[in-house]
Structures are given as C-alpha cells and as structure tokens.
C-alpha cells in the first residue's frame, strides 16, 4: 500500500475525531474549535484546487451563493477603500468564504452527522458542570470567557447540533430530541434572554410531532440531568433574568420619558430606527461595515454617543443592509433560503428536515436583538452544523439513509 493509501485511511479514523472534536471546543468556547472546522475547510479547497471531481458531492446552490455572498462583501469593502487592518466585513466574509469549501472537506468522514452530533452531546453534558461551577465563581452572567450572547448562541446551536439523527450513536450517548433541552442550563445562566426561544422552538417540534403520530422519548439519564440542572439553578436564574427583564422596561419608560437612551434595550430602538432612515438614503449597496454606526449615529441626535459606542446594530438583517445594501442583504437571506431548499429537496430524512428548520429559525429569531454573523465563534457553529447537514445528506447517495430522531418513526 503506498503512503497516500495509508495517510487517506488514517484519516478516515481521525477526521471524524477532529470533526466531533471541533464541536466540543466550540461548545466550551476554546479556540482549538475554530481550528478544527478551518481544518476542513483548507482541506476543501485544497480538494477544490486539485481533485475537481471531489466538488460533484458539494451543494451547488448553496455554495454558489455563499461564495457570491461572502465575495460581495469583500469586493464592496475594497472599492470603499476600507482598511483592511481592523476590518470586521473582510475578517467575517472571509470565514464565510472558507465555509464554501468546509462540506467537501469533509468526503472522509462518511457519518459526518454521527461525529458531530457525538461531539455536540459531549459538549452539552461538560457544560452542565462548568457553567454552575463559572456562576459560582464569578456570581453573574456566564460567557466562559466570551461575550455572554455570543456564548449563548452557540450554546444554543451545540444542543441542535446534538439533536442530529446518528446512524450508530455512542450507547451511552442514544439519539434523541431531548438532548436540546440540556442547553436550557448554559443559555440561563448566560442571561440572555433571546437564546431561551431556541428551547421553545424545539418543544413546539416535539409538540407538532407528537400531535401528528410520532413518538417523544427522552432517556431517563437526560431527564434526571436536565432536572437536576434546573432545581438547583431555578432561583438564581429566574433572579438574574428577572433583573434583567424588569431592567429592560425600565429603559423604555424612561425613554418614552425622557428620550435618552440609558441601556441596552432603548438603544437598539435608536440604533435601528437611524439604522433604517441609513438605509433608506444607500439602498443599494449600503454604507460599508466601517462607517455604518457613524452614519447611524449622525441620525440619532442627541444619543448619537450612545449609538456610535457600538460596533453593530444588534439586527443581523439591519447590519447586513445599512454595510452591503439591499443586494448584499437579498444574497445573505438566499443563502439561508437555498440551505433549507437544498435539505427539504435532497433528503427524506425527518430528523436532519426538523434540526435545519429550528437552526434557521433560531438563527433569525436570536439574530433579530444580536450581531450573529459577527463574530467568528457565532459564524463557524453555525455554518459548521449547515455544512455538515449537508456533508451528511451528500453521502446518502453512497451509503444507507440516516435514521429519523428516535422515537419519530
């Protein structure tokens, strides 16, 4: 056997490691994560470059857009003259860019769904002891060192990501939709309260299913956690988000008072709404990522300070406007679009059809009050779990169909 023929069927053992791997880190917020999926990634465009034919399992249509989406950015970004040290747009289109070629590289991990979803429930379970062990170290609001909304967002992705259907799940680590409720406990301590819908939005599947014939089971070891979890964090949680709620309207009473803006809920309607008027004057192509909060904040009057400190504008569908313009804005919503088309066309299977529409719909739901795709930990979770729902349904064509979520048959 020659040396490649060896190095391919080491990587074949490994690669499915590096892809769980990957998750884990990412669910615990270490940077080694983000190594893991850019491994990938390098790996498809080496493949790209080289081996044509390993492009015909890639998904045409979102790849395309991806990449028109992701070089529309840059392309802009360039002309402007932006500088190119600092550059939020370029750094973020260019990991979008990269992800373009994450699904091919991953044509030596033949269950790509069975590792990460392995790696995802790994994570879960870690950080139901190293979140309550940060809220009692720290006695607030937990990130794992990372920004809080950041931290929750991809808490929330890591517990779709562990929903995923596996074709030969860890015996101690079965198949099964309540694997998503387990991220209630990190998403709670982080206290933010956008991330709690992604729990909603997996009951109401559950809620749809059952009532349409199918079968709910939790494993009895996950209900036991899960309630554990929740009993010792019930009062400290439901405190720090009560704080929190009771903060948010007090922001918008003063500020139908007043017209000041004291905090962050009466900010983003500031922001947004000089946001729109941005918009309405540059609708084609926008301001450019690094004069949007300026340009905003020209709108916003007196709380022009608050709005230009910063660096977004807490709306994934107001930021891509107001710096891409309404083009960039229609290629970012396509891409999303063309993803759940490609799933719905390509596969049959329930469990990977119900953990892409929840990703989608958390992804705007969440993004609506955050800056989602802006930043690295949020842009790799999730275009990582995409491209491997996709990676996934392109081996169907080569190996046995992937189960449905146990229990939904």
């Given at each position: 056997?020659?040396?490649?023929?060896r190095?391919?069927?080491?990587?074949?053992?490994?690669?499915?490691?590096?892809?769980?791997?990957?998750?884990?880190?990412?669910?615990?917020?270490?940077?080694?994560g983000?190594?893991?999926?850019?491994?990938?990634?390098?790996?498809?465009?080496?493949?790209?470059l080289?081996?044509?034919?390993?492009?015909?399992?890639?998904?045409?249509?979102?790849?395309g857009?991806?990449?028109?989406?992701?070089?529309?950015?840059?392309?802009l970004?360039?002309?402007?003259?932006?500088?190119?040290?600092?550059?939020?747009?370029?750094?973020?289109?260019?990991?979008?860019?990269?992800?373009?070629?994450?699904?091919?590289?991953?044509?030596?991990?033949?269950?790509?769904?069975?590792?990460?979803?392995?790696?995802?429930?790994?994570?879960?379970?870690?950080?139901?002891?190293?979140?309550?062990?940060?809220?009692?170290?720290?006695?607030?609001?937990?990130?794992?060192?990372?920004?809080?909304?950041?931290?929750?967002?991809?808490?929330?992705?890591?517990?779709?990501?562990?929903?995923?259907?596996?074709?030969?799940?860890?015996?101690?680590?079965?198949?099964?939709?309540?694997?998503?409720?387990?991220?209630?406990?990190p998403?709670?301590?982080?206290?933010?309260?956008a991330?709690l819908?992604?729990?909603?939005?997996?009951?109401?599947?559950?809620?749809?299913?059952?009532?349409?014939?199918?079968?709910?089971?939790?494993?009895?070891?996950?209900?036991?956690?899960?309630?554990?979890?929740?009993?010792?964090?019930?009062?400290?949680?439901?405190?720090?988000l009560?704080?929190?709620f009771?903060?948010?309207?007090?922001?918008?009473?003063?500020?139908?008072?007043t017209?000041?803006?004291?905090?962050?809920?009466?900010?983003?309607?500031?922001?947004?709404?000089?946001?729109?008027?941005?918009?309405?004057?540059?609708?084609?192509?926008?301001?450019?990522?690094?004069?949007?909060?300026?340009?905003?904040?020209?709108?916003?009057?007196?709380?022009?300070?608050?709005?230009?400190?910063?660096?977004?504008?807490?709306?994934?569908?107001?930021?891509?406007?107001?710096?891409?313009?309404?083009?960039?804005?229609?290629?970012?919503?396509?891409?999303?679009?063309?993803?759940?088309?490609?799933?719905?066309?390509?596969?049959?299977?329930?469990?990977?059809?119900?953990?892409?529409?929840?990703?989608?719909?958390?992804l705007?739901?969440?993004?609506?009050?955050?800056?989602?795709?802006?930043?690295?930990?949020?842009?790799?979770?999730?275009?990582?779990?995409?491209?491997?729902?996709?990676?996934?349904?392109?081996r169907?064509?080569?190996?046995?169909?992937?189960?449905?979520?146990?229990?939904?048959?």
């Open positions: 056997m020659t040396m490649m023929g190095t391919l069927l080491l990587r074949r053992r490994i690669d499915p490691l590096i892809l769980g791997g990957g998750v884990f880190l990412l669910g615990l917020m270490l940077g080694a983000k190594v893991a999926f850019l491994f990938f990634a390098l790996c498809g465009l080496y493949l790209a080289i081996r044509h034919r390993a492009c015909r399992s890639a998904p045409v249509v979102f790849s857009l991806l990449l028109a989406w992701s070089l529309w950015q840059i392309g970004s360039l002309l402007r003259g932006e500088p190119v040290s600092g550059n939020r747009v370029l750094s973020y289109a260019a990991i979008e860019l990269a992800i373009v070629f994450f699904p091919i590289g991953l044509c030596l991990v033949r269950r790509p769904a069975d590792a990460l979803a392995t790696g995802a429930r790994l994570a879960l379970l870690a950080l139901l002891v190293a979140t309550p062990i940060n809220y009692l170290m720290v006695g607030d609001r937990v990130g794992l060192g990372a920004n809080e909304a950041l931290f929750a967002f991809v808490a929330g992705v890591v517990g779709l990501a562990a929903r995923l259907p596996a074709v030969r799940p860890w015996r101690w680590l079965p198949n099964g939709a309540g694997w998503t409720y387990l991220s209630i406990v998403i709670l301590l982080s206290g933010t309260r991330a819908v992604v729990v909603v939005f997996a009951a109401l599947a559950d809620v749809l299913r059952m009532a349409g014939g199918g079968r709910f089971r939790v494993s009895w070891k996950l209900a036991i956690a899960a309630g554990l979890g929740l009993i010792l964090l019930a009062y400290p949680a439901s405190r720090m009560s704080e929190r009771e903060s948010g309207v007090s922001e918008v009473q003063n500020f139908e008072a017209g000041d803006v004291t905090g962050s809920v009466d900010v983003r309607l500031v922001m947004w709404k000089s946001a729109l008027l941005v918009i309405g004057e540059h609708p084609l192509i926008g301001v450019g990522g690094t004069h949007k909060m300026e340009a905003a904040g020209e709108k916003a009057g007196r709380n022009a300070y608050m709005v230009t400190y910063y660096q977004h504008l807490h709306n994934f569908i107001l930021d891509e406007a107001i710096s891409s313009g309404m083009i960039g804005l229609g290629l970012m919503l396509s891409v999303f679009a063309s993803f759940l088309v490609t799933v719905f066309r390509r596969t049959t299977s329930r469990g990977l059809r119900e953990v892409s529409c929840l990703l989608v719909a958390f705007v739901s969440f993004g609506s009050f955050h800056g989602v795709l802006l930043n690295e930990w949020t842009l790799i979770v999730l275009f990582g779990t995409m491209g491997t729902v996709l990676a996934t349904i392109a169907q064509r080569h190996f046995r169909p992937e189960p449905d979520l146990k229990g939904t048959r």
